[in-house]
């Protein structure tokens, strides 16, 4: 099936569209990086701290579980991003509105969210109200009161969320991408869970799902900016000493990756909104940093920007030079064992075909023809992104604790830049293929 699509919508692209564009000498690409050594330590019962330390008044301290939506199963879908909202409804300690207000004296905020494989609960505040944010999130996470009233409550409020989600093209889009590209496992459900589930979680599913997967090994309590590695340790040592430190999880069904096509038809909607994706790797694969070169060669445009003729895109350029479309966007979509690369297209009706056509195109040419110079040039763009990206101890923090979780370790800033200028084009046709 997929052959017969490629080879009818190669043909349906007139040739000159695809003019090659001229070229750009590869360059050298040197940079001094000076960042601080990520500290670790992994407490008696296999709670991970690590640590950046940083200058300035402020710290970003926080804990990620690997634990999501992927660790449920279809009968309690959902009660991972229902437990994030509870966190903050009131404690054995303290009270929701104490919490608040002890949060909002110390000019800190605090935050969580929910992803398929990881929730996050984090505090940023003054370096001096760190052991303060430790504390909180200590109290959150172990001593959630977790009563009728509140789960009532905010039953309510994810239902309100779920409509708001529901409202948001891309995010169903995205959605339907994943229950197509994982059918049958948990990958493939969405975060938030069904109505039918949301209407249902009860205490009991979340204390078992607390019982189950909030457990110090799976735990990594992460900071960066000013904060001192040995003391991150002593807070950890006095907070978390409780955490459980068994493992006892399962996958419902493991990822495997099946394929195939959604289609939903609404007259409504003004525009077609698209998603093209391939199965891809997860976090720690050895083309991990050759699909983020793909990635950037595809790139990223909206019709809003006005610059679609002059950026280093082809499918960018061609896009907009014929007007087929109103955004564009590449996606590399990561999981711990398994990934998504593709392509969101938002483009008139009339379009569809055509900008499906030519992005396909587009993934052939560069699997047949990508050129030394337009992958260094993307090498280049990609390797400024991703250190432009770690500016300020939230994004620094972040990546600790989502490396950590996914890796096991940290990756210094200089090993991001070495992986992605040993990318060759050779590697970029190979995995394009």
């Not at 509140?150 to 409020?157: D, P, Q």
């Not at 994810?158 to 989600?165: A, D, G, Y």
């Not at 280049?380 to 300020?392: C, E, N, V």
């Amino acid at each position: 099936m997929a052959s017969r699509i490629l080879s009818r919508v190669s043909r349906s692209v007139p040739a000159s569209l695809f003019t090659p564009s001229k070229s750009v000498p590869a360059r050298a690409f040197a940079t001094t990086f000076h960042q601080p050594g990520t500290k670790v330590t992994t407490l008696p019962n296999g709670l991970r701290v690590a640590t950046e330390e940083g200058h300035g008044e402020t710290a970003t301290v926080g804990v990620w579980i690997d634990a999501g939506s992927a660790y449920e199963s279809e009968a309690n879908n959902g009660v991972a991003h229902f437990l994030e909202h509870m966190a903050f409804k009131g404690t054995q300690r303290r009270t929701q509105q104490q919490l608040e207000l002890e949060v909002e004296n110390m000019g800190a905020s605090l935050n969580a969210y929910t992803s398929r494989e990881q929730t996050v609960y984090y505090a940023r505040s003054f370096k001096n109200d760190v052991p303060k944010a430790v504390d909180i999130l200590s109290d959150i996470l172990q001593n959630s009161q977790l009563s009728d009233a509140n789960i009532e409550r905010e039953r309510n409020t994810i239902l309100t969320e779920l409509k708001t989600v529901e409202s948001s093209t891309e995010e169903v889009i995205f959605d339907y991408l994943h229950s197509a590209a994982y059918q049958g496992t948990p990958l493939g459900r969405t975060i938030l869970g069904p109505r039918s589930n949301i209407e249902s979680i009860s205490r009991s599913d979340l204390t078992n799902y607390i019982s189950t997967h909030y457990t110090a090994p799976r735990m990594v309590l992460a900071a960066s900016g000013a904060v001192k590695h040995e003391e991150l340790v002593e807070l950890a040592k006095k907070s978390f000493a409780s955490l459980p430190a068994h493992e006892k999880h399962s996958f419902d069904h493991l990822p495997e990756f099946t394929g195939s096509e959604i289609r939903v038809r609404n007259d409504e909607l003004p525009l077609a909104h698209i998603a093209l994706a391939v199965e891809s790797v997860g976090w720690n694969h050895p083309d991990f940093y050759t699909l983020q070169v793909l990635q950037t060669l595809l790139g990223n445009w909206d019709h809003t920007i006005g610059a679609g003729n002059n950026l280093s895109s082809r499918l960018a350029e061609i896009v907009s030079t014929n007007h087929l479309g109103h955004s564009i966007s590449t996606f590399q979509t990561c999981y711990n064992n398994t990934g998504l690369f593709g392509n969101y297209l938002v483009t008139e009706a009339k379009h569809v075909e055509d900008l499906i056509a030519i992005t396909i195109t587009e993934w052939q040419r560069l699997a047949n023809g990508a050129t030394s110079a337009e992958v260094e040039r993307a090498k280049a763009k990609l390797t400024a992104s991703l250190l432009m990206a770690l500016d300020g101890t939230t994004a620094i923090t972040e990546e600790i604790g989502r490396q950590m979780i996914s890796l096991d370790r940290r990756v210094p800033a200089a090993e991001v830049a070495q992986r992605v200028q040993e990318v060759t084009a050779s590697d970029v046709r190979r995995v394009a293929r």
